[in-house]
DNA sequence: TGGGTGTTTATGGGCGTCAATGGAAGCTGT
DNA sequence: ACAGCTTCCATTGACGCCCATAAACACCCA
């Protein structure tokens, strides 16, 4: 597998640290980023993570402005500015930094939920209403598509 | 990592020193520029600082503009010009020339904002201020382009 | 199919190293 | 000789690295 997939939550122990499912660690490791690179979700109460993969999407993403514009020092400033390479111990733990703590509500666990080509980090509480809230919008999303989705499946809930 | 990433504050000493955070250090280091090489950001209240690729870039920037024409020249002074390279102690520590901090209105801390191929340096509150503005746009840069998912509440729940 | 066993993962803690900071001593130019 | 720098040293606290235990899972064999 070359992508990270499914969610798992752990907790934080005394020194802030907690474990990067294995799973994640092996494709980050196919990847071969040395670390792991993380950023404040734009628009979301989570944090992106991932490694090359994660910083070629940020480079397109600034590649689209001009040169010099100001949308671009804009982008880059939310996304390098508030950026941290995160070190992985030998046993595949990280400390998050106190800002993307804040930013995602992080206390004392963590929910780590994969996306393909990158992760999110997120509260577990929050994560919870917020895979409700897109389960809800993805149901609406197959009905109007038309033919009713293959695993609409009634009583397939928490 | 090769480039700047993540933001620190660090307090200037009785001396009017400051600690470069290490990763800085670490990227100068591979960058192979001695030094610290500064100048006031044209158009906001902070340093730019950096190393060779700093330095490449100002050159290509100049070079946009016809030889001998008014804005190349101008361009010189104001890069050019009104920089400093300054020197890094054994300790990683360096000391602002009173014209790079009134410029960016620093008294007594700096925050270090990693941007890539170069850093700036902003007197703290001025950043957030600064970060604050830079993320409402790239929120709705994003969102213009359709590069998240679409996240829009149809229904909220919780 | 169930029990046993071995491997991998998660978690907790100890210790050494390095970064950050403060201060003192040596240079240099005026 | 003095002020302003620069270089050097000392302290503290955080963090990286290592080991030790425990729990989960997979695998094998009876």
Chains 1, 2 share one sequence.
Not at 83 to 98: F, N, Y
Not at 146 to 152: A, E, L
């Amino acid at each position: 597998m070359d992508r990270f997939v499914s969610n798992t939550t752990s907790r934080l122990d005394a020194k802030g640290r907690v474990s990067v499912p294995a799973s994640f660690r092996s494709v980050l490791g196919r990847d071969g980023f040395d670390g792991l690179y993380c950023y404040p979700t734009l628009d979301q109460a989570a944090i992106d993570a991932g490694g090359h993969a994660l910083l070629a999407e940020i480079d397109s993403l600034i590649g689209r402005f001009p040169p010099y514009s100001q949308e671009r020092e804009e982008l880059r400033v939310a996304l390098y500015g508030r950026s941290a390479t995160l070190k992985i111990d030998g046993e595949g733990r990280v400390m998050l930094t106190e800002e993307l703590k804040s930013h995602a509500g992080i206390v004392d666990s963590v929910a780590f939920v994969g996306l393909g080509h990158k992760f999110q980090m997120w509260e577990p509480e929050r994560f919870r209403a917020h895979l409700a809230k897109a389960t809800a919008t993805v149901r609406a999303l197959t009905r109007r598509l038309g033919s009713h989705s293959p695993d609409s499946d009634p009583g397939a809930r928490e």
